[in-house]
């Protein structure tokens, strides 16, 4: 598994009805929500995290660094709070520098600086490679991740990596090259058992979802290093139109697409791994998507919370400028 939970609830107190607690489960709002914390009158968007737990690492592409200019890769703290007293969620980028999760993802930070060019950076995917000791901070440990997004500093987009598996600081980063050709290439999603590498690319004209298959007795790194198979388009999840921003949890890929039968714009699409094969392309529907740009959804699932997370982008009125980033409850995935 590539992702990671950090939980605060007591899970015990669940089905307690003398704990003293008025909600026993968090519910996530079935309407998307503005992060308002996270946004900017720039546009915000591109975002991935390894857990959405209490206090997670969040990382998104912004053009908010260059004043609208060139995408950035940004790195924030995302904490989500329901209080089972009042039942309020709060959803917020959490500045307390005294946490754990703060101080032992602080080289992220570091990352960032290696990352970043005056291209644009795009699609961050975050896989955690868990806790080592001899970290430079006052607890002495850090996260320890496989970093993937994509760099135009060639002159398309391509995927990279950079990695921090062996020392604190991450190394400098590599062409993912099986994936990569002259045209764009971004977003890299594994599938649920690893032994396929997903992602979006314009070769044949429009952006159409590709993967690679992997060999998953090797490790990640092993696999970005050296396999050599062929990219194929699935034409399932493909259309005539624009297909982006494949992002895999388990069984379930939501992307978007900008295909007929939309409402407008980009529209979010969600798929399902069912008998060896991905399910034709549902929409997720009005309550999510408008006339304007739903863009680079990502999602979690929460064992405490009724339904569980997406995260994306939009372009809609009401937020704070160009593309915000948005948070709203699915149904459950598994």
């Given amino acids: 598994m590539f992702v990671f939970l950090i939980y605060s609830c007591i899970l015990d107190d669940y089905n ?62 995302m904490s989500i709070d ?17 946490l ?87 977003y890299p999603t594994f599938n649920k058992d690893n032994s396929k590498l997903f992602f979006t690319s314009n070769r044949e004209g429009t952006y159409n979802i590709y993967s690679n298959e992997t060999d998953n007795t090797k490790g990640v790194l092993e696999i970005l290093n050296n396999t050599n198979s062929a990219s194929l388009k699935s034409t399932i999840l493909s259309s005539s139109f624009d297909d982006k921003c494949p992002f895999i949890l388990g069984d379930f890929m939501v992307f978007t697409s900008n295909r007929d039968g939309g409402y407008g714009g980009y529209d979010l699409y969600y798929s399902i791994y069912d008998n060896g094969e991905w399910s034709l392309p549902i929409n997720f529907g009005d309550k999510i998507n408008t006339q304007y740009d739903e863009f680079r959804p990502i999602v979690r699932e929460q064992w405490d919370f009724s339904n569980d997370i997406m995260i994306f982008s939009s372009n809609r009125p009401g937020g704070l ?6 948070y709203v409850g699915i149904k459950k995935i598994n």
């Fill in 82 to 98: 329901f209080s089972k007293t009042s039942g309020i969620l709060n959803v917020f980028n959490n500045t307390n520098g005294n």
């Fill in 321 to 326: 400028g160009g593309f915000d980033l948005y």
């Fill in 100 to 186: 754990n999760v703060v101080i032992e993802n602080s080289n992220l930070t570091i990352a960032l600086n290696i990352i970043n060019t005056t291209s644009n950076e795009f699609g961050p995917y975050l896989i955690p490679k868990g806790r080592k000791q001899g970290g430079t901070n006052i607890n002495g440990r850090y996260e320890s991740y496989i970093f993937l997004y994509s760099s135009g500093s060639s002159g398309n987009q391509d995927i990279m990596y950079t990695h921090n598996l062996d020392r604190e600081a991450y190394v400098l980063p590599k062409g993912v090259d099986f994936m990569n050709s002259e045209f764009d290439d971004a």
């Fill in 16 to 77: 307690k009805p003398n704990s003293g607690y008025k909600y026993f489960i968090g519910e996530f709002p079935e309407t998307p929500t503005n992060l308002t914390d996270f946004n900017t009158q720039y546009d915000d968007y591109n975002s991935t995290a390894p857990s959405l737990g209490e206090t997670f690492p969040f990382c998104f592409s912004s053009n908010r660094r260059s004043n609208g200019n060139n995408y950035d890769i940004i790195y924030k703290l």
